[in-house]
């Protein structure tokens, strides 16, 4: 078990996963961060580095696992290109996009599908009980299904004789983006419903199917409100009068090996405490900013700072921040972030450019001759110069 790979303490038990891993994946073992605190399992996508799952890498995933045969289409697969181009386009969330997608490439296990491969299952409808599970009867005939298209708000009147294939075709054909998104959403929840008569033998409602789907609606459509950093004029900017503002950097080398640098500053501009560490091993440079973060966080509680003003130059740790994304390795670290809030009065967290945090990128890249060192109301002598430069550019007019 992974749990065995871990010391009491939460962190690797380094010698035994050397002693039994070959370097390579010793090496990418130890490259996973982990969090302060127990958490649950969680389940990472494969297919990206970070791990978050994304429509594009589920249909490169997708296209794989049918060259391989693993699930294969059993369908009339044939749509107009641009329909499919309406369909990813639609605004709704990508595991529902990707759910129908592969419901109507008939990659999904319905129990006919199961018997089809020979797996000894009762083939009857989980939800009626009434005829066989067959992707034409769950997702259309069904009582419960009929129902939840007719009451949504496409009032969709299903035709006994369709076959889904072309139901759903001629959905995605007919209706506007909004339409198809609210079909995405309909038979991802119909899925879900049904999975919950099957493992929790639970009566399913069609009103409760709807009032799924419509809490599937994605809370922020993509594109629309994506954070914009403020492009500043100024290089490095003095917090307001009783705010410490704290820089922080990461850099990593090809060894994988990061280094961390943190500079902690008043309003004057003068320094109250500067940091590095090295080395931590790191899956990536974003992994490595979000876990100079942390390290900043819990070293600034340490320090006694009670009003603070993170600084980072990493747009991706910004963004995963601002949204607080789960399901990736970069929120197990930013949930812990997270928990090291509480322990300030004031918190936040700003995006400048890379030319603005010049005294965090200095201590982070010199952090291996520093190795682990604090220094207070002060820094390193060659970090003098880039203070100074600072603290003119932010100079008050
Ligand atoms: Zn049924």
Redesign the pocket.
């Known amino acids: 078990m992974v749990a065995d790979l871990l010391l009491p303490s939460g962190t690797w038990n380094m010698p035994l996963i050397e002693w039994t891993f070959c370097p390579a994946t010793a090496e990418k073992i130890l490259a996973v961060p982990l969090p302060l605190q127990l958490m649950e399992d969680s389940l990472f996508w494969m297919g990206t580095n970070d791990g978050v799952y994304s429509a594009k890498t589920g249909y490169v995933f997708l296209q794989q696992v049918d060259e391989q045969g693993v699930a294969s289409p059993s369908m009339s697969v044939s749509m107009e290109e641009g329909r499919w181009k309406k369909f990813w386009a639609a605004p709704s969330l990508p595991r529902c996009k990707e759910f129908s997608w592969r419901l109507f490439h008939g990659a999904i296990p319905v129990r006919q599908k199961l018997r089809q491969r020979a797996i000894d299952v009762d083939p009857?409808?989980?939800?009626?009980?009434?005829?066989d599970?067959f992707v034409d009867?769950?997702f259309m005939?069904?009582?419960?299904?009929k129902a939840t298209w007719f009451g949504s708000r496409l009032g969709v009147r299903v035709d006994p004789q369709q076959s889904f294939s072309t139901f759903f075709q001629q959905l995605v054909r007919d209706l506007d983006d909004g339409g198809v998104a609210e079909v995405q959403r309909l038979l991802y929840a119909m899925w879900e419903a049904r999975n919950r008569a099957v493992f929790d033998e639970r009566r399913v409602d069609w009103r409760e199917v709807m009032s799924r789907a419509a809490a599937l609606r994605a809370p922020l459509e993509e594109g629309m409100t994506r954070d914009v950093p403020a492009a500043t004029m100024a290089r490095w900017i003095r917090p307001t009068r009783g705010i410490v503002k704290i820089n922080i950097d990461a850099a990593v080398g090809r060894d994988k090996l990061a280094g961390f640098g943190m500079v902690a500053r008043n309003y004057n501009g003068e320094v109250m405490a500067s940091a590095s560490m090295y080395p931590t091993m790191v899956l990536s440079p974003t992994i490595g900013e979000a876990l100079s973060l942390r390290w900043a966080m819990e070293l600034d509680t340490q320090l006694g700072f009670r009003r603070v003003l993170f600084e980072t130059d990493c747009l991706p740790l910004f963004q995963a921040w601002k949204k607080a994304t789960r399901g990736s390795y970069l929120f197990t670290i930013i949930q812990d972030c997270f928990r090291f809030c509480n322990l300030f009065d004031f918190v936040d967290f700003t995006f400048v450019r890379r030319n603005d945090n010049n005294a965090a990128d200095y201590m982070a890249r010199n952090a291996s001759t520093f190795t682990n060192e604090v220094w207070v109301e002060e820094g390193p002598p060659g970090l003098a110069p880039l203070l100074l430069d600072d603290c003119l550019a932010s100079m008050p007019l």
Do not use: K
């Not at 009857?124 to 005829?131: H, K, T």
């Not at 005939?141 to 299904?145: I, N, S, Y």
């Open positions: 009857s409808c989980p939800i009626c009980g009434l005829e599970e009867h769950l005939r069904c009582e419960v299904m």
